[in-house]
């Protein structure tokens, strides 16, 4: 395994994962997984909630405020049905990962090879938070069916690091709350 990839705060989480080959002439990850473009768009949800509660702290008059906040949590139900629905048709199972801001540990169905560069969708549950990127299988190892992966991200943007690295604080939080 990479040396590195051990100098980043890790945790433990929980998430679907789903991998393709990597393909050089198709470097959009998220068109790898169409049927998951819907759980993408959390991440703008999530900065027009920023936003939207940023705005309600403003909000003088308490029933004004109050409405506004329900009419928030209605949506950020809604929106975690809809992905709730899009994962389970997906196929997709929930399993615990080790994950840092350098790469992830988690157990996959099929055949890998060391150096082989995968488009990696990672959907954190309970939240819905999506990361689309790019990585190279750093080790793998056969599990019966299955293989122990261990990968490196590729050029992850500093927006991707930064959410990565906020929701790790918050597993970490809600880990040591428990």
Sequence with gaps: MDTDRREFFR??????????????????????FPDLHQIAIVKEFEQVDAQFLEFLDRVKDASVRKLMKLFNDKLDLMSRTLHI????????NAQNID??????????????????????????????????????????AREGDQTRLHLEFIGLTESQ???????????QARNRDK
């Design 11 to 32: 945790v433990t989480d929980t998430a679907y994962l789903s991998t393709a080959p990597f393909e050089p002439d198709k470097p959009s990850v998220p068109d790898y």
């Design 99 to 140: 994950i840092s801001e350098g790469g992830c540990s988690a157990l996959l169905p099929g055949d890998f090879n060391v150096d082989q560069e995968l488009a990696l969708a990672i959907i954190f549950t309970p939240s819905y938070l999506s990361l689309f990127c790019q990585a190279r299988v750093a080790d793998a």
């Design 161 to 171: 690091r930064q959410t990565l690295t906020r929701h790790m604080f918050k597993v």
């Design 85 to 92: 629905r899009d994962v389970q048709e997906s196929n997709l």
